[in-house]
């Protein structure tokens, strides 16, 4: 298991994709499915909400026909990366290459 400081993990985000984050890939680990927050963004959820939500839960959780229903705040063995937020240590979507 691969543990980041929320620092680190930006730090990755923005050497991978650049600015702004809205446009970053994340791959689900269940069903390899790459998406976006601009993708959570365009099937209606606010920025604030896409970007919490986009590195954590499938797309499918959101639309039909597009990647699958999971979401690691239920599920503990499929994710290899945490990232440490504040207090909390969160499960998330790897960065896709």
Same mark, same amino acid.
């Given at each position: 298991? @691969?543990?980041?400081?929320?620092?680190?993990?930006?730090?990755?985000?923005?050497?991978?994709?650049? %600015? #702004?984050?809205?446009?970053?890939?994340?791959? *689900? #680990?269940? *069903?390899?499915?790459?998406?976006?927050?601009?993708?959570?963004?365009? @099937?209606?959820?606010?920025?604030?909400?896409?970007?919490?939500?986009?590195?954590?839960?499938?797309?499918? %959780?959101?639309?039909?026909?597009?990647? *699958?229903? @999971?979401? @690691?705040?239920?599920?503990?063995? *499929?994710?290899?990366?945490?990232?440490?937020?504040?207090?909390?240590?969160? #499960?998330?979507?790897?960065?896709?290459?």
């Amino acid at each position: 298991m @691969l543990t980041l400081s929320e620092e680190d993990w930006w730090a990755n985000g923005e050497k991978l994709f650049g %600015n #702004p984050p809205r446009g970053w890939k994340f791959q *689900c #680990p269940n *069903c390899g499915g790459i998406q976006t927050g601009k993708d959570l963004m365009d @099937l209606g959820l606010s920025e604030v909400e896409a970007m919490s939500k986009v590195f954590r839960f499938c797309i499918g %959780n959101f639309t039909k026909g597009k990647g *699958c229903d @999971l979401t @690691l705040d239920f599920v503990e063995s *499929c994710h290899s990366t945490e990232v440490v937020l504040g207090e909390q240590i969160v #499960p998330v979507f790897e960065y896709a290459k």
